[in-house]
């Protein structure tokens, strides 16, 4: 990539940035959710921990409340998803314009979406430290486990905008590719170990899920932070890298297939 290719699109992330920075109360407006729901989590896994010793000896409320706090900041990401935006750029007919201009129109998205997300992340992520560091105080973690915990959450933030790509892509043949989308962040809820998490799950269903995409889009990155050990590390590393070529794959697949739609009917 060249130096101009690559200030064109640092200067996409920038434009996005400033376009938060003028709604920041709405961003700001996000972080008392994240201290009330991190509270009822608190409350409650307290409980589960205190009554349930085989739970209790896999992780501390100190490491699990902190895992749930890093999960709360990833799912504050910029709205609306990235699916919905191609959902309605494919059914208004502009993706046929947006194609055309002088860019790569799959990493103006990334950067787009990367622009709008990471304030949100940000406001999140400090209101739920502050909501964790009063209920159990400071993470029992290393500036080791902090950074390589940050590596996975990009790459985990990457993976699931390849995700949400190849499912709005999917309205060159769907009507409508949100419900796909919204069926996509409830299996994450569950399955990606927001509202429970994986370590609380039976031993097998767990050793499933920790394989899965779902899990390494942002959990195996708050677990690591918290559980650091460089053998997990790896493995996550590994399991993250080829959801995300596979991810990649599917979305360029999808995209130069999509493209013959636009050709034929002019979007």
Not at 144 to 153: D, E, K, S
Request: net charge positive.
């Amino acid at each position: 990539m060249t130096h101009v290719s690559l200030a064109k699109y640092t200067a996409i992330i920038r434009i996005n940035l400033r376009e938060r920075a003028t709604y920041s109360l709405d961003v700001l407006s996000k972080a008392p959710q994240v201290m009330f729901r991190l509270w009822i989590m608190f409350s409650f896994y307290g409980v589960v921990l205190q009554t349930q010793p085989a739970a209790a000896a896999t992780t501390t409320l100190n490491q699990l409340l902190w895992t749930l706090t890093i999960l709360q900041a990833f799912s504050g990401r910029g709205h609306p998803r990235i699916a919905e935006i191609i959902n309605d750029e494919v059914k208004s007919g502009l993706i046929a314009y947006s194609i055309n201009r002088p860019y790569s129109y799959l990493l103006f998205q990334y950067c787009n979406f990367l622009g709008k997300s990471l304030p949100v992340i940000a406001a999140r992520l400090i209101a739920g430290s502050i909501a964790a560091l009063f209920f159990v105080g400071l993470p029992s973690t290393s500036p080791t486990a902090l950074l390589a915990g940050t590596l996975l959450l990009i790459g985990g933030f990457t993976l699931d905008f390849f995700i949400g790509l190849s499912i709005g892509i999917l309205s060159f043949w769907i009507e409508d590719s949100v419900a796909l989308d919204m069926l996509y962040s409830k299996i994450l809820l569950v399955l990606g170990g927001f509202l429970v998490p994986l370590s609380l799950f039976p031993p097998t269903l767990r050793s499933v899920l920790e394989y899965s995409p779902f899990s390494q889009l942002a959990y195996s990155a708050g677990y690591l932070i918290t559980h650091f050990q460089w053998p997990l590390f790896y493995r996550y590393c590994a399991t993250q890298a080829l959801w995300i070529a596979i991810s990649w794959l599917c979305a360029y697949w999808l995209f130069k297939r999509g493209m013959r739609h636009v050709a034929i009917n002019g979007g």
